[in-house]
């Protein structure tokens, strides 16, 4: 408890969870203009500026590097206002009582190490505790707030849905841990350019990936307890120093597990972002052709696109966008099994595909803990 009030970052965040509330308004009232506009003018072929805007999305970058825990340091890839004071380049920070900082003047605004009045960079160094997302714009208050980051000492939140001897996965309630899921989701804003919110988490729930045993995120997906769709996954993330790795196929095969579970045929929000697009695409891609070369479709003459999507669990659409994709479709929408045969070879002979006797990529089924 104490520990809080020695933590410089903290302070940080109670002005950005204010922050966050005042955006909602914002946003709100800017929908209700927005939907007025629509009304007059019925016919928009482009997304208009102010959506983008509704979800702080920037056309450059504004913040030249993330330094994410005390040793990993990288670019941001997009730019997003989320972090700052509305019409500011200010992070939201407000109060500093016991903290050795000048608090920023209109007159003089304090000089961020990095920048200058010509930069397009808003801040050159945004600060996150690789734990808990809390963020700064001063690397000692990173230092000193990692020493005492109760994510980084405790437990990480929520249940155990995966725990592997390599992996484990947790489902945290947007509910139950609000302000580590916003922070969650500001972070998400500098890497990904969709639509992801970044409020209201309180209607998601975060399947948070680690390495068993450690406390350190290594990406996540979130999942929209509204979907109208009922989408087995809303935005999906493996941070910077984490991919390359597989870990997108892992969470997209345990997002899948989890709809199976419920007999659901779904998919994740549309549309995906490009990264997105490559590991969905790769996850299909193995999973249809295991089930028609070695799976439960095996030895068919005629596989019908119904029949694989409900074989997979794969949304027709999204069977027919991978056989498209692979060349495996003819113009009747006719799937060519032999030209699925020959691709899965060619996967096996590079090694590109790991699936096993079960179907899986990354998944040990038996350390799945899901049937609740
Ligand atoms: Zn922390």
Redesign the pocket.
């Known amino acids: 408890m104490d520990n809080e009030k020695n933590d410089p ?1 903290v302070t940080n965040i109670v002005a950005t969870k204010d922050k966050v509330t005042t955006r909602v308004l914002a946003i709100k009232r800017s929908k209700k203009a927005k939907k007025s506009k629509v009304a007059k003018k019925t016919v928009q072929k482009k997304l208009p500026k102010d959506e983008n805007e509704l979800y702080g999305i920037l056309d450059e970058p504004n913040i030249n590097y993330v330094q994410f825990g005390v040793d990993k340091r990288f670019h941001t890839w997009y730019g997003t206002n989320v972090y700052f004071e509305n019409g500011s380049r200010d992070l939201g920070i407000v109060i500093e009582n016991n903290l050795n900082r000048e608090s920023p003047t209109k007159k003089e605004p304090m000089k961020k190490k990095g920048t200058s009045e010509k930069s397009k960079m808003w801040l050159d160094t945004l600060f996150v ?1 690789e ?2 997302f ?1 963020y700064t714009d001063i690397e000692q208050h990173l230092i000193e ?2 020493k005492i ?1 109760k ?2 000492n405790n437990c990480p939140p929520g249940k155990i849905k995966y725990k592997s001897p390599k992996y484990t996965i947790r489902r945290i309630k947007g509910s139950k841990h609000s302000l580590f899921c916003q922070c969650l989701c500001l972070f998400t804003k500098l890497f990904l350019d969709n639509k992801s919110m970044y409020f209201k988490v309180e209607n998601y729930e975060f399947y948070m990936l680690y390495e068993t045993g450690d406390n350190k995120p290594m990406g996540f997906f979130s999942k929209d307890l509204l979907s109208y769709q009922q989408n087995n996954l809303a935005c999906i993330l493996i941070f910077p120093p984490y991919q390359r790795r597989q870990l997108g196929t892992l969470l997209i095969e345990f997002s899948y597990k989890l709809s199976r579970l419920q007999s659901l045929i779904t998919g994740p929000e549309l549309p995906l972002s490009p990264f997105g697009l490559i590991g969905y695409m790769y996850y299909w891609s193995n999973l249809i052709a295991y089930e028609v070369i070695d799976g439960q479709l095996s030895n068919r003459s005629t596989i019908s696109l119904n029949e694989l999507s409900l074989t997979t669990g794969i949304r027709t659409s999204d069977v027919v966008m991978t056989l498209k994709h692979l060349d495996c479709l003819d113009t009747k929408n006719r799937i060519n099994i032999q030209m699925i045969r020959e691709w899965f070879k060619k996967q096996k002979a590079s090694k590109k595909q790991t699936i096993d006797n079960a179907g899986n990529i990354m998944i040990e089924d038996e350390y799945l803990l899901i049937d609740d």
């Open positions: 970052v505790c734990y808990c809390k707030h990692t980051c994510l980084k």
